[in-house]
């Protein structure tokens, strides 16, 4: 298999930056396009193949971006037109390419298409929402819930109705069923298109189109008094409906008009239904981000399962992918501990498939606890205690100096306590260090097709470990991962070991021959080179 023959999105990295948290380039504690231009070179050296940027157009920041009152524009907090231009041709130089985080299901209240759509029931934008009448005893027409607490559905007193909201009441859903909104929201992708982007993460796109019936929501048989409360009731005829894919496959033709553009779509779904939004009748995107890495419990078992079921159900043709952090989820050092976090990177980086890095994750950073007073996050306030993304949002910690290099001025979260040390000027020239391992394993994905568009094949393994071959031409590697803090030794019988260490998460067996068997330390991950 030549790795000529496959596109940049399927033999490269994604690096996922949360603009606000990742450089400040203009001191007001916020981060910024100029920020980001600044640590080009690290993100190069790095090794990453493209940059996600999480929302930078024009917000009311109600949802820090996620409310979007501007498809075309960039709000004044992250800079200008001309530094996004430049942060793409400074990207493209560098051999990186550029994603933007499109948010399609919802737009700011302050939109003017909003603001138009809610001035009369006359409106001509009034369908390009969601409005209801009240049910006949009063009250929302429905029981449908917001992902972020409460009712999906808010009063507009000035026109008498229920409009819809999926997350914010400051962030009306789209009425995607309109054509009106499907050309306009398409007119948008282009212009990004237009200006050099190299493709989209579609936010919530799952949340697309709802119930044309507007039928209740039936209850969750298994939920926890622990869960969000969103989860009291299944999402069945809100979310996952079957007339999203048709509108899927109209962005995927627009994006197929351009040459090597990808499309990421953010589904939290089972994997059965995962794999439909590959495409039905027509392709649509390329990569539905599959996140179960980030949702399952951290046990071999359950995921070496996990992955050989993924493979099997992918559609022919369809490429895999891989995340382990992202804005909306507890870092995956604070999940599983930072000897595990590497484990963790060795996986994600060797997994067939495209991976995503989030930012801060290669230097091990952990969540933060927010005090009271410091809480930005809206959720904490309408979903309830706990269920805020603030600790896993905060500025990346680039030196021991003040805010971690990250401002001079007052940052908008808290830094964590550990900053000092946990840093990337610490940690850069440490050949021990989770950087370093980050470094060594993109160097080498880069370097061997094996890694990165090879075969996958699971192997028998047994307790903590799990171990696959990943298969190129001649070239073979088996990784073997123990997910365990203790001694364990793995032999497999369906292959012949002989071989020698090319990493390991230790950074420090380089070159040691293997035959017969391997022996692991505990939170040990290895990477064998196999010569038999």
């Not at 940049?8 to 203009?26: A, E």
Request: glycine share 8%; charged share 25%.
């Amino acid at each position: 298999m030549s790795a000529e023959r496959h596109l940049w999105w399927q033999r490269g990295v994604i690096y996922q930056i949360y603009p606000r948290s990742f450089m400040d380039g203009n001191d007001d504690g916020i981060g910024d396009l100029p920020g980001i231009l600044s640590r080009l070179d690290y993100l190069e050296w790095l090794g990453v193949d493209a940059i996600w940027l999480s929302p930078i157009f024009p917000s009311p920041m109600a949802d820090f971006g996620y409310d979007v009152s501007d498809y075309v524009g960039i709000d004044p907090v992250f800079g200008t037109m001309e530094d996004f231009d430049r942060l793409v041709r400074e990207a493209h130089a560098r051999g990186m390419r550029v994603l933007l985080d499109f948010v399609a299901n919802h737009t700011s209240d302050q939109h003017p298409w909003f603001l138009e759509s809610r001035s009369s029931r006359q409106s001509p934008k009034r369908d390009w929402y969601i409005w209801r009448d009240a049910a006949p005893g009063g009250g929302p027409p429905n029981n449908w819930l917001s992902a972020f607490g409460g009712s999906a559905w808010e009063w507009d007193a000035e026109t008498g109705q229920y409009y819809f909201h999926a997350f914010l009441k400051e962030q009306p859903d789209l009425n995607w069923r309109n054509p009106d909104v499907q050309r306009a929201m398409l007119d948008a992708m282009r212009f990004w298109f237009d200006r050099g982007v190299d493709g989209f993460r579609l936010d919530a796109i799952w949340h697309l189109i709802k119930d044309g019936q507007f039928r209740d929501n039936p209850p969750n048989p298994d939920y926890k008094p622990t869960d969000s409360p969103y989860h009291r009731l299944l999402p069945v005829f809100t979310t996952d409906r079957p007339e999203i894919h048709p509108v899927l496959a109209m962005m995927r033709r627009l994006a197929d008009e351009y040459d090597e553009r990808v499309l990421i779509g953010e589904i939290y779904l089972p994997v059965e239904r995962l794999v439909t939004y590959y495409g039905l009748s027509e392709p649509e995107l390329h990569l539905p981000y599959n996140f179960q890495l980030l949702l399952l419990p951290w046990d071999a078992r359950r995921i070496q399962a996990t992955i050989d079921v993924y493979e099997a159900l992918l559609p022919s043709g369809a490429w895999p992918n891989w995340v382990l952090g992202n804005h909306d989820r507890p870092r995956i050092a604070s999940r599983v501990g930072r000897a595990q976090a590497r484990v963790a990177t060795m996986l994600l980086l060797t997994l067939r498939g495209t991976p995503t890095i989030y930012y801060g994750d290669e230097i091990g950073m952990v969540n933060v606890e927010i005090p009271p007073e410091a809480i930005q996050d809206p959720v904490e306030r309408t979903a309830g205690r706990g269920f805020g993304r603030d600790p896993e949002r905060t500025p990346m910690q680039w030196d021991s100096a003040p805010n971690a290099g990250f401002t001079r001025g007052q940052p908008w979260l808290p830094l964590s306590p550990d900053y000092p040390t946990c840093n990337v000027e610490a940690q850069r020239d440490d050949p021990r260090s989770i950087l370093t391992l980050h470094r060594r394993l993109l160097a080498l994905r880069r370097a061997e097709p094996a890694l990165s568009i090879g075969s996958y094949r699971s192997l028998p393994a047994e307790g903590e470990l799990i171990a696959y071959l990943r298969e190129d031409g001649e070239r073979r590697f088996l990784i073997v991962l123990n997910f365990g803090h203790w001694v364990r030794r793995y032999a497999c019988g369906q292959i012949d070991l002989r071989g020698s260490v090319v990493l390991s998460t230790y950074l420090d067996r380089e070159g040691e021959m293997v035959d017969r068997d391997l022996l692991l330390r505990p939170d040990e991950g290895v990477i064998i080179g196999l010569t038999g």
